[in-house]
């Protein structure tokens, strides 16, 4: 059974990086054809997915939130991590990791890590 946890800091202040880290148990994150996603919900409002490193290390973001964000792996620890820079309140959110199967359905999710934005 696949097991996806998130950490980080629940607080973060405006203009600074948001830093969270999502470690994965029972299944390693270099199988073939997983991909594993950060995804966010701001309060009130829908899921909105940010990016993705793959299998092989490539990674893809939404254009919306390109410019701000890096996605990058510790394979040695089987962990995959998120950066979000020059964050404002609007960042305000829960943030979930996800794996991503070869079909492209999010099989597994972690339980979600509350960031909120405020000075």
């Known amino acids: 059974q696949v097991q996806l946890q998130e950490s980080g800091p629940g607080l973060v202040k405006p203009s600074q990086t948001l830093s969270l880290t999502c470690t994965v148990s029972?299944?390693?994150?270099?199988?073939?054809?997983?991909?594993w996603n950060w995804i966010r919900q701001p309060p009130g409002k829908g899921l909105e997915w940010m990016g993705v490193?793959?299998?092989?290390?490539?990674?893809y973001y939404s254009p919306s939130l390109k410019s701000r964000t890096s996605i990058s792996r510790d394979t040695s620890e089987n962990q995959f991590s998120l950066q979000l820079s020059s964050v404002t309140p609007e960042d305000t959110a829960v943030y979930y990791c996800?794996?991503?199967?070869?079909?492209?359905?999010?099989?597994?999710w972690g339980q979600g890590a509350q960031v909120t934005v405020s000075s």
């Open positions: 996800a794996r991503q199967g070869s079909g492209g359905a999010f099989h597994s």
């Open positions: 029972g299944d390693s994150i270099t199988t073939n054809y997983n991909a």
């Open positions: 490193i793959a299998y092989d290390g490539s990674t």
